[in-house]
């Protein structure tokens, strides 16, 4: 049975400008309980930008993330689906190209994003990565202890 992109897909877009200051990025990535957001303007996909795109190249390096914008550190031009691909590309392009989840876009615009948690929901439901994704977030999770 084919399954398409649209049937698996988070829905909706976190997205911020690109001259958003990572420091507000992050705060988006904790209040909606996600680990990326895309950088959009004008509608427009541009980026994408990870917790781990924060932790690497700006936190590992001793930059300051009040200073920095999303834009400058984010993957530009990150690969992405249409709503009605079959998840066998999504999936051989997540292995080709080593990455966790892929923007959706229809029409030129960002809807939504398919990520790994969300593929292991749909083909197997009891496995471990599904249970995972479908978890909420830890109480205390992404406050610094006293």
């Known amino acids: 049975m084919t399954h398409l992109v649209r049937d698996v897909m988070t829905e909706g877009v976190a997205a911020v400008r690109p001259d958003t200051p ?4 992050a705060q988006v990535m904790r209040d909606e309980g996600i680990g990326s957001v895309l950088i959009v303007d004008g509608g427009r996909l541009l980026g ?6 924060i932790t690497l190249r700006v936190v590992a390096e001793g930059a300051d993330p009040r200073v920095i914008e999303a834009g400058d550190v984010c993957t530009p ?7 009605d691909e079959e998840t066998t590309r999504v999936v051989s392009l997540m292995r080709r190209h080593a990455v966790r ?3 959706v876009v229809s029409e030129g615009l960002p809807v939504g994003v398919v990520s790994l948690g969300d593929l292991a929901e749909h083909r197997d439901p009891e496995s471990a990565l599904a249970e995972i994704s479908r978890a909420e977030p830890s109480p205390g999770q992404g406050t610094v202890p006293s």
């Open 48 to 53: 994408l930008l990870t917790d781990r795109d």
């Open 22 to 25: 990572l420091t507000q990025t």
């Open 77 to 83: 031009d990150p690969l992405y689906v249409a709503p």
């Open 101 to 103: 989840r892929l923007p």
